[in-house]
């Protein structure tokens, strides 16, 4: 399984970007993916998260209200639009696949394909 992350970039507290992850190597869909962010000097750390429908959401504190997970099964890519965003948001953020399990977790041990990343960065 590969994962391709896209959709980062450079732009304004307040504003908004979309990332895309798309999997490939895999015929089913049938997996929870999530997403995850590291910023310099600290600890990669939860987002968001959905199962393999798309039915059930999670998401961490710091994103809840400005962010939104969704999929497309069909194109086998999961989204992130993340809305009002603010400096704190920096970060590479990484797209993951739990490739047993159709459940999300926030836990970053639980899943097993990660995509390569995409830098955020978010500017005064």
């Known amino acids: 399984v590969q994962l391709q992350a896209s959709g980062g970039g450079l732009v304004q507290a307040g504003g908004s970007l979309r990332l895309s992850c798309a999997a490939s190597?895999?015929?089913?869909?049938?997996?929870?993916m999530g997403w995850f962010r590291q910023a310099p000097g600290k600890e990669r750390e939860f987002v968001a998260a959905?199962?393999?429908?798309?039915?059930?959401?999670n998401y961490a504190d710091s994103v809840k209200g400005r962010f939104t997970i969704s999929r497309d099964n069909a194109k086998n890519t999961v989204y992130l639009q993340m809305n009002s965003l603010k400096l704190e948001d920096t970060a590479v953020y990484y797209c993951?696949?739990?490739?047993?399990?159709?459940?999300?977790?926030?836990?970053?041990?639980?899943?097993?394909?990660w995509g390569q990343g995409t830098q955020v960065t978010v500017s005064a």
């Open positions: 993951a696949i739990r490739s047993r399990y159709t459940i999300p977790t926030m836990l970053a041990q639980n899943y097993d394909y």
């Open positions: 190597g895999r015929t089913s869909s049938n997996y929870a």
């Open positions: 959905i199962s393999s429908g798309g039915g059930t959401t």
